[in-house]
């Protein structure tokens, strides 16, 4: 089993920045994608960037040139950078790795206008 803990998340005007951090600890050997996805209240869970071992990433349209991710495979940690952030990133971010699928606990964003 993988564990994921992440951080970083908080409250911050529209327009605002936040980093967040997800650790990985476990069968870290065996994972090839880490990535985050969010969920916003009364909505489903969306995948929001994910990044090979290899550093080949994808995002979804909505955050496009707007959140970057990154890791480090050294410290085990996947990062989302989130610029320009909008009233509508409000949500809980999941941080997640796979194989084997494996989900954190969840950070809470919200962004006011």
């Known amino acids: 089993q993988v564990q994921l803990v992440e951080s970083g998340g908080g409250l911050v005007q529209a327009g605002g920045s936040l980093r967040l951090s997800c650790v990985a600890s476990?069968?870290?050997?065996?994972?090839?994608?880490m990535g985050w996805s969010r969920q916003a209240p009364g909505k489903q869970r969306e995948l929001v960037a994910v990044?090979?071992?290899?550093?080949?990433?994808d995002y979804a349209d909505s955050v496009k040139g707007r959140f970057t991710i990154s890791r480090d495979n050294a410290k085990n940690t996947v990062y989302l950078q989130m610029n320009s952030l909008k009233p509508e990133d409000t949500g809980v971010y999941y941080c997640?790795?796979?194989?084997?699928?494996?989900w954190g606990q969840g950070t809470q964003v919200t962004v006011s206008s």
């Open positions: 990044i090979g071992s290899g550093g080949s990433t």
């Open positions: 476990g069968r870290i050997f065996s994972i090839n994608f």
């Open positions: 997640y790795t796979t194989p084997p699928m494996s």
